[in-house]
């Protein structure tokens, strides 16, 4: 079972910061937080990944909190391509276990 | 830096035929994954080789599913013979190596319908 919670959908409108959540409260020292994405008719898209630190790439930030039972995914400034379904992943493993994802609109 | 590539991108099938899926991953990465996808769900790892070696296959079907990387590089998924509940998208990912600090990377799967 997917050991992440995410809200199911969120909006955003384009230009905005889309930040979304997701709880982990049962990570443990040594598991990864992945984030991916996948839009409609592709193969999910690799985000962004963080074991402790704060990341961030060219694509967002990742902010994980100091007792790592939470992050948030920073996409700074939102366009209509960043509509998708967004996954949140604990991995200590070389397995991925996908939940359900939050569904993210942004919108003109 | 190509990404994974696999084929075919759609293919349909009736019931009890057999289908084969193609994936080559991104060069240079021993860590090769399949996923099912049923509609509506995230993706499920079926089986999972390092280099030509199979390290993880609990989840898969064998009873109707077999996979091969003979050479440690190009992968095929197999499904013989093809039930209803086999409609999927089927995902193939690669890494540079295993652990949980390795990225895996998809490729845009196999749309596989069954009639």
């Known amino acids: 079972d997917a050991k992440t919670t995410q809200p199911p959908s969120m909006d955003c409108a384009e230009g905005r910061a889309a930040n979304l959540p997701c709880n982990h409260s049962t990570i443990s020292g040594n598991e990864y937080v992945y984030w991916y994405r996948q839009i409609h008719s592709q193969g999910p898209q690799y985000i962004i990944h963080g074991l402790k630190n704060n990341e961030t790439n060219e694509m967002a930030s990742l902010i994980i909190t100091e007792d790592r039972k939470s992050s948030t995914l920073i996409l700074p400034h939102a366009t209509l391509r960043d509509t998708a379904v967004y996954y949140c992943i604990v991995r200590n493993t070389d397995k991925l276990i996908f939940g359900t994802g939050t569904r993210l609109q942004v919108f003109p | 830096e190509a990404g994974v590539a696999q084929s075919p991108r759609y293919k349909i099938i009736e019931k009890r035929q057999s289908v084969a899926f193609w994936c080559n991953p991104i060069?240079?990465?021993?860590?090769l994954y399949w996923y099912q996808q049923i509609l509506g769900q995230g993706p499920k790892l079926l089986i999972q080789?390092?280099?030509?070696?199979?390290?993880?296959d609990s989840q898969l079907p064998k009873d109707r599913f077999s996979a091969e990387r003979l050479k440690g590089v190009d992968s095929t998924l197999k499904i013989q013979p093809a039930k209803l509940e086999d409609s999927a998208v089927y995902l193939c990912?690669?890494?540079?190596?295993?652990?949980?600090?390795?990225?895996?990377?998809f490729g845009d799967g196999t749309r596989l319908s069954i009639l």
């Open positions: 060069s240079g990465h021993a860590t």
């Open positions: 080789f390092q280099n030509n070696g199979v390290v993880d």
């Open positions: 990912a690669s890494s540079l190596g295993a652990g949980g600090g390795q990225p895996q990377h």
